[in-house]
């Protein structure tokens, strides 16, 4: 391809919002421009990358049996009902109405369309497992997109769904799918973290998290200095301080020894802070108890106390009933934070958030800054794990000034429920080895997740088994996004010319720059395109009338992996040379033509097929 | 591919609303799916299909040297005011509100962003022609989508968009797109008619529509029998039959012989019909008028009759202010028919439809059925052409059950403007060569268009030419529907028991069946599988265990170019042969493998290659 008849808008200047290398260097390129906020247009050269990991993701896919199909990118509003998640997605899901009134989204991911597709096709067990996926347009209505295509509004992303007849076929697939995204990211040039969410013990649920670190990475992980354990916040877990079957045992006979609950006046002072100040005492000596608001519950309340019969009923697929709001105490060792991610995943609800205070006052009887699980029976209490070793604690007496202090649990107070809810932070204990945990800021790439049987109950997906009797399938879910991994793949190889992209995954393969394209360079040129095209490589020959630094400049800026140099001085030397270099070298080799075309196709081809294997 | 590997859920029943073969055999098939009303997912077999469409398109384009980008779905609406088509398209644009307020389009079509684009990269002549195209996701908001992928909601469309600094430009780029169009409908297999809109003279504007001829087709087509003259009747034209200039002289001298205009009493006679039988005489001496409303008309109306100042005012970008509203008389020969499109190109407006029975009387001051252009001065009359050799005519005299004879064009009455608006039919005259017309119905797959200066102009797309004066670019563009090709290729290429694909649009090239899928057959099919493969072949082997009956009728229904069946008796012969047959063929044919595989090879590769040239 000659420079001449593509459209490639090099530029010096940045806007002002593109504050990470990928963002400015795929505009300075052009590779992309904005259309508007959170909106971008990829221009030739960014899409020829763009279509490179497409591909990428495709083969790999292909490879392990999923099947390509192409659902619309508006989907049915009424599926999104059934599924429930009309209601339970937040504002992020564009909603449109058509002009007969009927309700569409604009697909931000897609497992309502393919349980949909798959319900009116599944009827026997042989048909399955069900292997699909699609490579097609997203939409998330973002409030702040920014840093380039790394967080627009609209995106590109594979979403594959696989729908099994029993956990094993389930966690074969899941693991073929880690395999596939490990290849994946490998033939980007990436390196990924991949972060577990859980054991993802065969048969259990699982869930993996494709990571690459970013200084502006919406995610915070912990890793283990000693071990591979690698966590999100939103779920890491950590060594307890106190293991709590120990714990409670001797909590039990502890609290023997422990003096009895007794309150005290404790006027004034509502910190921890000012309490441990007061009581010379520690932080980690309090119980520390937040009252939490939280909206669409899945988890059964029955019983719980609070509980109301909720106004909204699920038709009778087995799943618990929906309280679109419930409160809850959840009560923590003082020295930590609860982690609302981690709560919402115990409450199985859309989202959680602190109570107004007016809530606070009619749950505790008390201000804010009074609240104590001994007592309180208002609103189910939810221990952290943390608080079943608690023996002798202060917390509060649900009264104006006033805390318990001695409070010990199975003595004085249990809860409704126990689960680890902490916000793990670096220097806490790995859960595995207990080594030393870090933090470092990432953004994800890629998710796969087992959906169990969420959907397919939900949505009424069903097959007869072996036996003849009625059967729902468990289903996965498995997540890439195109263009972050594009801009990630730039994040990861740059320097302060511009890009330096890995051969799989570049747009042209050689940059072929004649000093002046006249004469015996021209020749030379067109010789080198000719044969390195024929050997399958991919050329941009940059025939512009400009100086030779421009030229030089814009191919750094633009990544190609090789550049060859043609001036007449080393062609008309005895032997007949050009200039070669790698876009990573610092310094240019001259070599024959042949010599240049020999190694340089060589080269590429062996890059191209190791990530392959 | 396995066919157990895959997901082809073919299907005897057909859904009520599958009316037409193309719907059918795609649903029977297995390559489509109903998400909802007018939105299809396309699975796994439909989607080779398409892809491949898709890749002939792609190649094509490429090929012109037009680029690919890609812009994203939901537009800007800021853009789409900018151009005027916010408010000039229909309630067929669907148009979404985010959260945040701001307004975008789900794109029907991209001239606004694809003017955007370039607008903000022109700066120079240099830069011109920028030749683009993209291949994505668009949306109409259909009333009443049908016909399956055939008239859809959602769909996939090649728009391809082009700038240039002069006619001469444009025009080369307009013929290298016609051209390309031709070459990608013969590579489908199609059999397409090329509809001209105009003579399409260099530097004149110009409109090419490809269609193809179908029962249930939108468009009707006049064609003519001794020439290759076709036109959709929106804008065909016929030879007159009076020549205007000369019948406009004659008229004037005729009009000397003619008797005076005399006003008549026509009590309770009000059709045509009625009035030729009160006086005697034919319609084709009657001048028949008819009140029109305009919405958005953009000809320049200053000084016409009727015409008020607009509320709205463009910029200045040399465009004439736009009338929100405008009303107009049509007058017509008595035995024609006004063609609405036609009349709404000459007023350029974006809709024309018959005024309200309030408006006729208050413009012509009688009750409907008394228009006529004589002494009609409250709104501009348009004449059609044929009016204009009218010398001796019953036309409505602007007064309750009154009618005027002998009136005489030039001496009686004149237009404001005269114009063809007449409605061509079959039987009408050839304008070209005149031959007898006939019709035909039509469904558009491709559109070519000359648009000039409107978005340019209108957006203002700026650039230096090379005297440093500023120019605008000249802009043409260019749309095929990919699901509407596909579609038209199985409405082209069927019989009775399914589809029969053209080789470079088949979703495979040989479709292999085992009688039973064990050993000596299983042996011979997966020889024949692997090396068809490593020919580049693209095989489905159907390794089900299904009665042979039910693998040859779905391997009709797929329409798969190639069949071969391996059964043990002829395996077991002394010279083992399999049974070979091309889907149009009644009769298979016994072969040995090497020589199926030989036959079957060269015939595919032969014919994926002949489309190429």
Not at 23 to 44: C, E, T, V
């Amino acid at each position: 391809m000659k420079y001449s008849q593509t459209f490639i808008p090099t530029l010096r200047e940045v806007p002002g919002d593109a504050v990470i290398a990928s963002h400015r260097l795929m505009f300075r390129s052009g590779m992309i421009r904005k259309l508007s906020n959170g909106l971008f247009a990829y221009l030739p050269l960014g899409l020829r990358s763009f279509r490179k990991v497409e591909n990428i993701i495709r083969e790999e896919m292909d490879a392990i049996g999923s099947l390509e199909v192409k659902p619309t990118v508006l989907i049915p509003g009424e599926l999104w009902k059934e599924s429930g998640r009309w209601d339970s997605m937040g504002e992020a899901l564009l909603r449109v109405k058509n002009r007969l009134g009927a309700d569409f989204v604009v697909s931000p991911t897609a497992e309502e369309a393919f349980t949909s597709l798959v319900r009116n096709e599944l009827s026997s067990y042989r048909q399955l497992p069900l292997l699909l996926y699609q490579i097609n347009t997203k939409y998330r209505d973002e409030i702040r997109p920014r840093y380039g295509v790394m967080r627009s509004r609209e995106f590109v992303m594979k979403d594959a769904y696989s729908f099994h007849a029993d956990d094993l076929s389930l966690d074969e697939h899941y693991q073929a799918q880690g395999r596939a995204y490990r290849r994946i990211f490998r033939r980007c040039g990436l390196t990924v973290i991949p972060v577990k969410a859980d054991s993802g013990a065969m048969g259990g649920s699982g869930s993996e998290e494709f990571m690459v670190e970013s200084e502006i990475g919406d995610n915070t992980l912990l890793l283990c200095k000693s071990c591979d354990y690698a966590a999100n916040v939103e779920k890491a877990e950590c060594k307890l301080d106190y293991s709590p079957r120990f714990s409670e045992e001797l909590a039990r006979g502890a609290a023997n020894h422990t003096p009895p609950l007794e309150k005290i006046d404790t006027p004034e002072l509502k910190t921890i802070e000012e309490l441990c100040g007061f009581l010379k005492t520690e932080a980690e000596n309090f119980i520390k108890t937040l009252i939490y608001r939280a909206v669409h519950v899945e988890l059964d309340l029955s019983g719980a106390p609070g509980y109301r019969e909720p106004a909204k009923h699920r038709p009778a697929t087995g799943i618990p009933e929906i309280q679109e709001e419930a409160f809850f105490a959840v009560a923590i060792r003082g020295d930590l934070d609860v982690n609302e991610a981690k709560l919402a995943a115990v409450l199985k609800a859309s989202e959680v958030s602190l109570a107004a205070d007016t809530d606070v006052i009619r749950i505790t009887g008390a201000p804010v800054g009074f609240a104590g699980p001994v007592g309180l029976n208002t609103v189910p209490v939810l221990l952290d794990e943390t608080v079943t070793g608690m023996n002798d604690a202060v917390t509060g007496a649900l009264e104006k000034d006033k805390h318990y202090r001695h409070a010990a649990y199975g003595r004085d107070f249990t809860g409704w429920l126990t689960a680890d809810v902490r916000t793990v932070k670096a220097g806490d204990r790995c859960p595995i080895c207990g080594g030393e945990l870090y933090e470092k800021k990432g953004n994800e790439l890629g998710h796969i997740f087992k959906l169990g049987y969420k959907y397919t109950k939900s949505m009424g997906v069903s097959y007869l088994d072996e036996n003849g009797k009625t059967g729902f399938p468990t289903m996965g879910c498995y997540g890439i996004g195109l263009d972050r991994t594009l801009a990630s793949i730039i994040e990861e190889h740059h320097d302060e010319k511009g890009i330096i992209w890995p051969v799989p995954v570049a747009p042209y393969h050689v940059s072929i720059i004649p000093i002046k394209y006249q004469g015996a360079v021209k020749d030379a040129c067109d010789t080198l395109v000719t044969e390195l095209e024929r050997a399958g490589l991919e050329v941009l020959l940059d025939d512009r009338d400009e100086r030779a630094g421009v030229k030089f400049n814009d191919a750094d800026l633009m990544g190609i992996p090789w550049r060859i140099v043609a001036g007449d001085k080393n062609l008309a030397a005895d032997t007949p040379r050009v200039e070669v270099k790698r876009r990573s070298e610092k310094e240019p080799r001259l070599m024959t033509l042949r010599g240049a075309m020999a190694e340089i196709t060589e080269a590429v081809q062996r890059e191209l097929a190791a990530g392959r294997e």
